[in-house]
């Protein structure tokens, strides 16, 4: 026996309203399902090709001699040696030009992230005759090229006899980087609201207390992002550090010269270990204070 439905006339558009949404959602599911494939697909591509130079410097600083005269290039190297690396680890020049550049590198952080980190705040939180020209002036500063300074800047350390010293090269370091650090900052401090320093006014603290207690610890990630972006331009800078500095006392993106010259053949592996070695550093600070930025930022969300 068999049971017949019959659908009102009435009602048939209605239940066909209700059928068509459903088979259209599972047609634009495998649609939505494929792009994001897609992307997948496209954001990997896009991640080799930016990884391939840091892939290449590394086979490159473990590639032996012989293979460097091959007309060939070694895409995957087969028998890896480390040599490269204790011929750079045992060059004493190494070691003087690391100690160099950290010195330098700790001076121009610090003395930069807290002028800049002062300057912030005071554009940020005070209303003061001149404000706008210096937001202005800081635009012009990072308008005017680098080499255009070179001999103004030379000059000026001649005359304070700062020439080929740590402390010179630290201050035009300083220079070029409080007026970004400055920007950093400044949007980061008008990112806090300031009724919460108000409040804590209102409770009893001082300004300074207040801004201290309230403010500092939510601004913790624009500090770490300014002195990441400090830290990366006094270690990796070159052309400040040529024009300043002289033999026997040099940064290390200088020390690499050493590998190459009219009368040698680049030793191409040597500046591959080298420049890992370099890079190293910059690469594990990095790695270390992205968590603890992350954390900041969580930590600020959840004050607020």
Known sequence: MTTTTHVPAGKSDTAQEHITPGAHQRHRRP??????????????????????????????????????????PTFVNTSPTFEHFTGVLQDDRFWSAMTVSMQVTVIAV?????????SAVAISRFRFRGRKAIIACILVIQMIPAEALFISQYKMLDGWNL????????????????????????????????????????????????????????????????????TITAWNEYTLALVVMSDGNQTLPLWLQYFSGANQATNWGGIM??????????????????TKMAAGLTNGAVKG
């Open 31 to 72: 649609r939505g399902r494929r792009a994001r494939n897609a992307a997948d697909v496209f954001a990997v591509v896009v991640g080799l090709f930016w990884f391939f130079p840091i892939y290449w410097m590394i086979s490159s600083a473990l590639l032996p001699n012989s293979e460097f005269r091959s007309s060939t």
């Open 110 to 118: 610090i003395v930069a992230v807290s002028l800049a980190f002062l």
């Open 163 to 230: 020439l080929n010293s740590v402390v010179g090269l630290s201050i035009l370091y300083i220079g070029i980087i409080v007026p970004f650090n400055i920007w950093i900052l400044k949007g980061f401090v008008d990112g806090v609201p300031e009724e919460l320093e108000q409040a804590a006014m209102i409770d009893g603290c001082t300004r300074f207390a207040a801004f201290f207690r309230i403010t500092l610890p939510l601004l913790g990630p624009g500090l770490v992002t300014g002195a990441i972006f400090a």
């Open 273 to 290: 270990a080298g420049s890992l070695l370099i890079a190293l550093p910059v690469i594990i600070l990095f790695m270390t204070v992205q």
